[in-house]
């Protein structure tokens, strides 16, 4: 990677207006399309004045839960992506490849599943959390602390695998005949007819994770220096470790609770942004994050227009894109090895 | 859809030989064989079957031993006739005519007419061709006293069943609405049968009557997680929305009067409703 650390030049705040600007349009793109002839303006309107038309509530109930969530996923997503991959100094450490995403989705699912979800409204995030955290402990456990590449992708895939075969099995052992068949959900992801309460549950359990994970980025440069440089700076590694497996696994976890596992936006977006910050990882988590945002809102307004019934998964739209880049990432790396 | 082998059409024939073992690896067949034979010749039944919230005859068939719907199962009961289902594993029906047990498909009418020509061809595989007539007789009796005055305009229905699926034209549950006196919005979509559908595209339809499938099941899945969408519990202020369970109307047997006696009600209701804006 050194021979492109120059980078473009760009300053890092019209990047990151440039980005926000971006996010907002993928936003309202998300809003405006759909499956139902629906007068944006008119139901924004009704909306606002108080008026309970079909508009109006298919707007605020349907559209704007489906657009939010989709930034916040997205944004929690691309963020995860870059702190992972400045933590462990790779840049294929996305969450859906080394399986923080699959262990929240089997953290996730073993709550609603089991009906502990119905005990508390926050169950289902916070299995979530827990499922995230345990698979981020077990890859820091396989491949933590400068393993090579070959290593950290061999237990992500070890920990993907336990974890999807762990969620089938959940799903399996579910008396609801239908249970079963939702595996797809789970394994792919989906923003398909999300709710708000969804959102207001997911929501604070992201906030804490975003600001864990932003405020590493002074520990990440010096990180990227070596851990002897960083820690003579006065970086504490540990307490930067603890911090950013913590906030990942807040902020995927719950995204994972509510919209099933979406791969390969935590790989795409750092990717992407990288040469605009300077190959600082410190610079990259923001503008990764935003990055993650309109990916994930111009995946999901694809899956709309695409003219597939019953829709694409979202999993399917950001593999389409991730999959081929992931390839070509190894194959980078593998020359200048 | 139907397809009694030799031997059973043999046993039908002779009213003598009707079927002593009969092991059912098939929900709807399940209940079509407790209704139609006699009590004691039906020695097994699905599990679906005995769960009281999506079965109708849970309580009769607690009392039998319950299968998975493998052919190793019905085997163990030296079958002189196996009811299969049009999801059965079709290599569990291969092995079962491979070892020379009798199979009887019981398929998804999807008419009225179905309906009944299915509990009549199974009446005669079980050697029970009077106990068909008077089910048949019976389902009939109950539609026709639900009368749709022809001179009103029907309300519009639309039904929304787990997963977000709705029922299209040609289906059997679009001809119960048509029974119950309403119209089948589903029907202007360019949609199958069965088919799924956004939430917003159902919430935008314009019906009067929304329509509920429901097992009532205990356990969550993010299938019936979809019906209790706070969009529709929003929409319940605008429109009547009914929940139908889906035990009334998942099979093709009898039991689907009873669900068009309830969705007749449901619309008696949402007439009587007052106008919103």
Known sequence: MSARAQGVEVGYAPLVAALAALTLVAALASLTVGYARLDVAAALADAFAGRSTVAALVFEQIRLPRAALGAMVGFSLGLAGAALQGLLRNPLADPGVIGVSGGAAFGAVAVFYSGLAGVFALAMPLGGVAGAIVAALLLYGLAGRGAGTMTLILAGVTINSFAGALTALALNLSPNPYAAYEIMFWLMGSLADRSL????????????????????????????????????????????????????????????????????????????????????????????GLAGAIVLLAADVAVRLIPVHPELKLGVATALIGAPLLYGLIDRMRKEA | MFSPTASSRAAAADGAAKPQRVVSLNLCADELALRLADPGVVKSVTWLAQDP????????????PANDGHAEEALAYDPDLVLVGPFTDPASIALLRQVGAPVVEVGAPQTLDGVRRQIRDLAAALGEPRRG?????????????????????????????????????GSLVDEILTRAGLDNLAARLDIAADEQVPLEVVALLGADLLILDRDGSAAPSLADAALDHPAIAALARRMTVTSLPARLWTCGGPEIAEAVERLAAAATAARARPATQ
């Open chain 2, 133 to 169: 007539e008077a089910l048949i007789a019976n389902m009939e009796a109950r539609l026709a006293r639900v009368a749709v005055d022809p001179s009103r305009s029907r309300l519009k229905a639309v039904v929304l069943r787990p997963n977000g699926f709705t029922v299209g034209p």
């Open chain 1, 197 to 288: 309460p969804q959102l207001w549950l997911a929501a604070p359990l992201t906030v804490v994770g975003w600001a864990l994970l932003l405020s590493s980025a002074p520990a990440l440069d010096a990180l990227s220096l070596g851990e002897d440089t960083a820690a003579s700076l006065g970086f504490d590694l540990g307490r930067l470790r603890a911090q950013l497996v913590a906030g990942a696994a807040l902020a995927v976890g719950a995204a994972v609770a509510v919209t099933g596992a979406i791969g390969f936006v935590g790989l795409v977006a750092p990717h992407l942004l990288r040469p605009f910050v300077g190959h600082r990882p410190g610079r990259l988590l923001l503008v990764s």
């Open chain 2, 53 to 64: 919230r999506n079965a109708n005859l849970a309580e009769e068939a607690a009392a039998l």
